[in-house]
């Protein structure tokens, strides 16, 4: 029996995990080159909704970013790559995430495969 337990959580632990990487992108939306994703994403402010949590993140001009979750926060450098916000935190690891546009929403895939929405503030 408790092997049946253990088969059964692994499995679905698997179902999940195969949920969020098969989440795709709004279909027609297309991935912004880096002189238009900056002016989308430059100066703004931000709340993302996660499947855990809600962001609030500052994107600021001169290349800072501030976020906050909850009770956690952190600031770092950003940048753009063609169809990518790069962000270099202080408390966590570096990354690249694909950003796409449909219907004049933006749209991040995270590290984990799940995508979100940039709601201005």
């Not at 337990?5 to 999940?16: C, D, F, G, K, Y």
């Not at 080159?33 to 499947?51: C, D, M, R, Y």
Request: overall charge positive; glycine content about 8%; some cysteine.
């Amino acid at each position: 029996m408790h092997s049946l337990v253990r088969r059964t959580i692994q499995a679905s632990l698997l179902a999940l995990a195969a949920t969020a990487a098969a989440q795709d992108f709004p279909e027609g939306s297309t991935a912004p080159n880096a002189a238009e994703l900056k002016p989308l994403i430059a100066g703004k402010v931000f709340s993302v909704k996660t499947s855990t949590s809600t962001w609030r993140l500052q994107i600021n001009d001169n290349g800072y970013f501030f976020i906050n979750i909850g009770s956690f926060s952190d600031t770092g450098t950003w940048t753009v790559e063609d169809g990518k916000w790069c962000s270099k935190p202080k408390k966590s690891n570096a990354s690249c995430n694909e950003m796409r546009l449909s219907g004049g929403s933006l749209f991040m895939k995270r590290d984990s495969g799940e995508i979100v929405l940039f709601s201005p503030q």
